[in-house]
Structure formats: C-alpha cells, structure tokens
C-alpha cells in the first residue's frame, strides 16, 4: 500500500526554522515528481514547493522562496522541506504530496494523486 508519513512538525519562534520529512512507502519516490501544499483551517490548500520527477526543476510560491527548500532522500525514500526565517503566516498543516508525472505543475499541486495525512506548523512566540 502505498503511503506518505509527514514528520517534523511543532512549535517554532518567528526566524526559526523547522526541517519536515515525509517517508514514502509502497512505492519509491525517484519515480515521483513530490511537493509540499499547506493549509490554514478555513482558508484553501496552497502549494508551497514542488521537484520534479527526475530533480530537473523545483518551484516554490512566491511568499518562502529564499526561506524553504524542498530535497529528497532517495536511499531513504524521503522528501524533506527545510524552513528557515519562519514567520508566523507559515502556520499551517503541512501534507507531502507526490505524482508521476514527470515535471511540477508550478506549485499548482491540488491535483497530485498521493497525499500524507500532514503536520502542523505553528510560528508563534
């Protein structure tokens, strides 16, 4: 059975940072493109970083690039997303999400077949 496991999650100070993972099962992840999509409760699903398939290109919104970086593991069969400089409207849940197809979507990342069950991020002091 195929499955993602998000991990890492917690309480962080504003300028701190969080390392999430996401452990893929049942299948092997240097075949997926993978990503991260957030969301706050109430508010629509945001994608935040993509790579794709073969680690050609990664995208990110506009709101965390220079402050996230999406990275896979593939001996581990994990994909990580490092945060640094957290700000409070990081806070969200964070669900990992993979496809097969070949290159991200930008970070339009809704449609993604896979998706964990995700991990809470609170920016707050």
């Known amino acids: 059975q195929l499955q993602l496991v998000e991990s890492g999650g917690g309480l962080v100070q504003p300028g701190g940072s969080l390392r999430l993972s996401c452990a893929a099962s049942?299948?092997?992840?240097?075949?997926?493109?993978i990503g991260w999509v957030r969301q706050v409760p109430g508010k629509e699903r945001e994608g935040v970083a993509c790579?794709?398939?073969?680690?050609?290109?990664?995208n990110y919104v506009d709101s965390v690039k220079g402050r996230f970086t999406i990275s896979r593991d593939n001996a581990k069969n994990t994909v990580y997303l490092q945060m640094n400089s957290l700000k409070p409207e990081d806070t969200a849940v964070y669900y990992c999400?993979?496809?097969?197809?070949?290159?991200?979507?930008?970070?339009?990342?809704?449609?993604?077949?896979?998706w964990g069950k995700g991990t809470l991020v609170t920016v707050s002091s």
């Open positions: 999400v993979a496809d097969r197809r070949y290159y991200c979507p930008g970070v339009r990342l809704n449609a993604m077949d896979y």
């Open positions: 049942g299948f092997t992840l240097d075949g997926y493109t």
């Open positions: 790579m794709s398939r073969i680690s050609i290109n990664t």
